[in-house]
């Protein structure tokens, strides 16, 4: 199965711009960054405008803030977010006991102001010896302490230094294996900054600018792209009330979130996990049969290609050409993914596709 | 009864007898107190017993209960707590209607982790280092002393008032009593609890390194994290020495105090050391010093031989760990008072579960 994700960009930056503050002049002593090498000079005296300007011409903003002790502080701000990236997803469930096998591909766009330094996703969780190093592309599992989850990433890393994905450049291969079915999550994809901000951290200025600078730096500084992730558990031994259930859950939560379904259709959807659940709980197996059948023609009809295999696993997908079947109520790598998931509870109930 | 005895008047010259004070506890078991007035032995006037009443005055939250037998309530910093109540209640229990109360409150002495008070107990014009009470909205009351006492009357149904705390954590104390001459005696519990619920010491682990705050013993307890954020240093140390085993493990300094609220470095109840407030955020030394993580140059800061380095790689390497543990380390070179770059205490500033904001909490 090949899956390319193509999600309409997220305008961080220029949702960013829109909150550009400039206060009142004022004279004083302070530290000011040169916009282009990055140095900083201390003791300069001028009139200073406190708030947060793009540069247009770099897409780097220059902060401008009273410190606790009074004084000013110009600094450049480069955000990890001047990349066009594009991130193709690939799974098929191996030979190797229920392992399925996830693939990735990530490409940077030829007009990205930046390489891009990696990624991280959310995921349920991933098999051990995972993620595995391709190339320069380094993968890491980490918990994420706050559940059950973990963070599963790929961030380029050559030698002594930390490297990128140059624009125009295509990164393909990067895998990993886990028990656990596809769902869909939000790959964060940053972009590598070439020089560090002189905002001090822990500084100290009004509320209004914090929350400026709050939303460009930090937690928020990355391009999203929606990719398909381990994430709907598989128990072992296999209980179908247990997956159709984290499914059920997936759509009716995430998904609708995720403004990837149409809630009209994530409620039809709802009606037949919920049937299809209780079948499964009552040991009903042919209605549950019945109910999986329904729910991938549903999908279906959304999109008629949603259940055709890849036959062609050894070619990368490019992410070309997947424009244009597009269903106003599903996203087609969220059909794809469920579609996936369902047909993989069928075979363990034995169904012939 | 307790003494008697014969004396002169000063006034008259009259000898007059005197009886002290007794007390008893009446048949509801309330403390009532009696006494005897001086009884003039020509006889011209005999005192009469009087039962003077004892009142209790006692703090309450409007709905729900109180904490603990001495915690009122219990609130974060720079928060207000809901409605609280003060009542009175004469010998038999029964609620007093209209008593004139005064409530003053002040925080105790070396509490919520700061080994100093100097400063601390008064609120100057934009100051926030005590907590103030005042009126619940709708109702009347005075306030003075920049919110430290608040009087008024308790109505029907007792005096409704709110707690607000100041950015620094710390047991607040409210003294209660009675103003229109009742022997009010307070009751039950009387403090505010203000910090983070649910911070904790860091543990020893061999991944990293926990740096006594040698610098600052006024604030000697400086390693609490949430339990989320503690996992997640734990994490994220890990990963660094697995990946850079031939190097010291990470060293660890200033994270949040006890209960957290205000970290004042310089002991002023102020600013700054900012996101160091409600456990989610710890300072990974990097100037070099003792073994720590050496970081040589920026590309950005003047060092302290005066020139300005390169950007050492280890700074996008460290800060690539974070991303992949779900932190965000931040180079930061701090500043002194002067506005001047202090090269020697380079540190990432290392947020573990999100952004705290600017100011505390």
Same mark, same amino acid.
């Given at each position: 199965?090949?899956?390319? #994700?193509?999600?309409?960009?997220?305008?961080?930056?220029?949702?960013?711009?829109?909150?550009?503050?400039?206060?009142?002049?004022?004279?004083?002593?302070?530290?000011?960054?040169?916009?282009?090498?990055?140095?900083?000079?201390?003791?300069?005296?001028?009139?200073?405008?406190? $708030?947060?300007?793009?540069?247009?011409?770099?897409?780097?903003?220059?902060?401008?803030?009273?410190?606790?002790?009074?004084?000013?502080?110009?600094?450049?701000?480069?955000?990890?977010?001047?990349?066009?990236?594009?991130?193709?997803?690939?799974?098929?469930?191996?030979?190797?006991?229920?392992?399925?096998?996830?693939?990735?591909?990530?490409?940077?766009?030829?007009?990205?102001?930046?390489?891009?330094?990696?990624?991280?996703?959310?995921?349920?969780?991933?098999?051990?010896?995972?993620?595995?190093?391709?190339?320069?592309?380094? $993968?890491?599992?980490?918990?994420?302490?706050?559940?059950?989850?973990?963070?599963?990433?790929?961030?380029?890393?050559?030698?002594?230094?930390?490297?990128?994905?140059?624009? $125009?450049?295509?990164?393909?291969?990067?895998?990993?294996?886990?028990?656990?079915?596809?769902?869909?999550?939000?790959?964060?994809?940053?972009?590598?900054?070439?020089?560090?901000? $002189?905002?001090?951290?822990?500084?100290?200025?009004?509320?209004?600018?914090?929350?400026?600078?709050?939303?460009?730096?930090?937690?928020?500084?990355?391009?999203?792209?929606?990719?398909?992730?381990?994430? #709907?558990?598989?128990?072992?031994?296999?209980?179908?009330?247990?997956?159709?259930?984290?499914?059920?859950?997936?759509?009716?939560?995430?998904?609708?979130?995720?403004?990837?379904?149409?809630?009209?259709?994530?409620?039809?959807?709802?009606?037949?996990?919920?049937?299809?659940?209780?079948?499964?709980?009552?040991?009903?197996?042919?209605?549950?049969?019945?109910?999986?059948?329904?729910?991938?023609?549903?999908?279906?009809?959304?999109?008629?290609?949603?259940?055709?295999?890849?036959?062609?696993?050894?070619?990368?997908?490019?992410?070309?050409?997947?424009?244009?079947?597009?269903?106003?109520?599903?996203?087609?790598?969220?059909?794809?993914?469920?579609?996936?998931?369902?047909?993989?509870?069928?075979?363990?109930?034995?169904?012939?596709? | 009864?307790?003494?008697?005895?014969?004396?002169?008047?000063?006034?008259?010259?009259?000898?007059?007898?005197?009886?002290? =004070?007794?007390?008893?506890?009446?048949?509801?078991?309330?403390? /009532?107190?009696?006494?005897?007035?001086?009884?003039?032995?020509?006889?011209?006037?005999?005192?009469?017993?009087?039962?003077?009443?004892?009142?209790?005055?006692?703090?309450?939250?409007?709905?729900?209960?109180?904490?603990?037998?001495?915690?009122?309530?219990?609130?974060?910093?720079?928060?207000? +707590?809901?409605?609280?109540?003060?009542?009175?209640?004469?010998?038999?229990?029964?609620?007093?209607?209209?008593?004139?109360?005064?409530?003053?409150?002040?925080?105790?002495?070396?509490?919520?982790?700061?080994?100093?008070?100097?400063?601390?107990?008064?609120?100057?014009?934009?100051?926030?280092?005590?907590?103030?009470?005042?009126?619940?909205?709708?109702?009347?009351?005075?306030?003075?002393?920049?919110?430290?006492?608040?009087?008024?009357?308790?109505?029907?149904?007792?005096?409704?008032?709110?707690?607000?705390?100041?950015?620094?954590?710390?047991?607040?104390?409210?003294?209660?009593? /009675?103003?229109?001459?009742?022997?009010?005696?307070?009751?039950?519990?009387? =403090?505010?609890?203000?910090?983070?619920?649910?911070?904790?010491?860091?543990?020893?682990?061999?991944?990293?390194?926990?740096?006594? !705050?040698?610098?600052?013993?006024?604030?000697?307890?400086?390693?609490?994290? =949430?339990?989320?954020?503690?996992?997640?240093?734990?994490?994220?140390?890990?990963?660094?020495?697995?990946?850079?085993? !031939?190097?010291?493990?990470?060293?660890?300094?200033?994270?949040?105090?006890?209960?957290?609220?205000?970290?004042?470095?310089?002991?002023?109840?102020?600013?700054?050391?900012?996101?160091? /407030?409600?456990?989610?955020?710890?300072?990974?030394?990097?100037?070099?010093?003792?073994?720590?993580?050496?970081?040589?140059?920026?590309?950005?800061? +003047?060092?302290?031989?005066?020139?300005?380095?390169?950007?050492?790689?280890?700074?996008?390497?460290?800060? +690539?760990?974070?991303?992949?543990?779900?932190?965000?380390?931040?180079?930061?070179?701090?500043?002194?008072? !002067?506005? !001047?770059?202090?090269?020697?205490?380079?540190?990432?500033?290392?947020?573990?579960?999100?952004?705290?904001?600017?100011? /505390?909490?």
């Amino acid at each position: 199965m090949s899956v390319t #994700i193509r999600v309409v960009p997220v305008v961080f930056l220029a949702f960013v711009s829109c909150l550009s503050l400039v206060a009142q002049a004022e004279i004083g002593t302070g530290t000011v960054q040169d916009p282009v090498t990055g140095k900083l000079t201390n003791g300069v005296q001028q009139d200073w405008n406190q $708030g947060v300007v793009l540069d247009p011409q770099t897409g780097n903003y220059i902060i401008t803030y009273k410190d606790a002790y009074g004084f000013f502080n110009s600094s450049v701000l480069e955000p990890a977010t001047k990349i066009t990236p594009n991130l193709t997803a690939q799974f098929r469930l191996t030979n190797q006991d229920g392992l399925i096998e996830y693939r990735y591909a990530l490409s940077n766009a030829r007009t990205s102001k930046q390489g891009i330094k990696g990624f991280r996703v959310l995921v349920s969780s991933v098999a051990p010896g995972n993620p595995m190093k391709t190339g320069n592309w380094e $993968g890491m599992v980490a918990p994420t302490v706050k559940g059950p989850n973990f963070y599963l990433s790929w961030f380029c890393s050559q030698g002594d230094n930390v490297c990128s994905l140059l624009p $125009g450049r295509r990164q393909e291969g990067l895998r990993m294996t886990s028990r656990d079915l596809p769902g869909i999550s939000v790959a964060e994809i940053k972009g590598k900054t070439t020089f560090i901000s $002189g905002l001090v951290a822990e500084r100290d200025v009004s509320s209004a600018l914090a929350q400026q600078i709050n939303d460009l730096t930090s937690f928020k500084d990355f391009v999203p792209r929606n990719t398909a992730v381990p994430l #709907i558990p598989v128990p072992k031994p296999f209980d179908a009330a247990a997956v159709l259930t984290s499914m059920q859950k997936h759509v009716n939560q995430d998904l609708v979130a995720m403004k990837l379904i149409d809630p009209a259709l994530a409620s039809q959807l709802d009606r037949l996990f919920q049937t299809a659940i209780a079948a499964a709980k009552g040991g009903n197996t042919a209605a549950m049969k019945g109910n999986l059948k329904d729910l991938r023609q549903m999908l279906k009809r959304e999109h008629a290609d949603v259940d055709k295999d890849d036959d062609d696993w050894d070619k990368e997908d490019d992410g070309k050409g997947k424009e244009k079947d597009k269903s106003r109520l599903i996203d087609k790598l969220a059909a794809k993914v469920l579609d996936f998931d369902l047909k993989y509870v069928q075979k363990h109930l034995g169904h012939n596709d | 009864m307790v003494t008697s005895g014969r004396v002169g008047d000063p006034r008259t010259g009259v000898t007059i007898g005197y009886s002290q =004070t007794f007390s008893a506890f009446n048949q509801s078991g309330k403390y /009532c107190s009696v006494y005897v007035e001086l009884e003039i032995l020509d006889g011209a006037h005999f005192g009469r017993p009087q039962c003077r009443q004892n009142y209790s005055i006692k703090l309450s939250p409007l709905s729900g209960q109180a904490e603990s037998g001495t915690i009122l309530s219990s609130i974060e910093p720079d928060r207000s +707590t809901g409605s609280l109540v003060a009542k009175v209640y004469d010998n038999n229990g029964q609620l007093v209607p209209n008593a004139k109360v005064k409530l003053v409150v002040d925080v105790q002495r070396y509490s919520g982790g700061h080994q100093h008070d100097e400063g601390r107990h008064s609120n100057g014009v934009n100051e926030n280092r005590v907590g103030r009470l005042a009126p619940y909205p709708g109702t009347t009351a005075t306030i003075s002393d920049n919110g430290k006492v608040l009087e008024g009357n308790t109505g029907q149904n007792g005096l409704r008032f709110t707690f607000a705390a100041p950015v620094p954590a710390g047991d607040h104390k409210i003294t209660a009593s /009675c103003t229109d001459g009742k022997n009010c005696q307070p009751e039950g519990p009387d =403090t505010v609890w203000v910090g983070h619920k649910g911070l904790q010491p860091l543990n020893d682990n061999n991944v990293y390194i926990l740096l006594p !705050n040698n610098n600052d013993p006024k604030h000697p307890d400086n390693h609490n994290l =949430t339990l989320t954020a503690a996992s997640r240093m734990a994490v994220f140390a890990a990963m660094y020495h697995g990946k850079y085993p !031939n190097l010291s493990v990470l060293q660890l300094n200033d994270a949040s105090l006890e209960r957290g609220g205000i970290f004042d470095l310089r002991h002023d109840w102020k600013a700054p050391h900012h996101e160091h /407030c409600g456990g989610s955020a710890i300072d990974i030394r990097a100037n070099g010093v003792n073994g720590a993580l050496n970081i040589t140059g920026d590309g950005v800061h +003047t060092t302290n031989d005066g020139t300005v380095h390169p950007a050492d790689p280890m700074i996008d390497k460290l800060q +690539t760990i974070a991303d992949a543990v779900g932190a965000d380390a931040v180079w930061e070179v701090p500043k002194d008072s !002067n506005g !001047n770059f202090v090269w020697n205490a380079r540190h990432f500033h290392t947020r573990l579960t999100g952004q705290e904001g600017l100011t /505390c909490p």
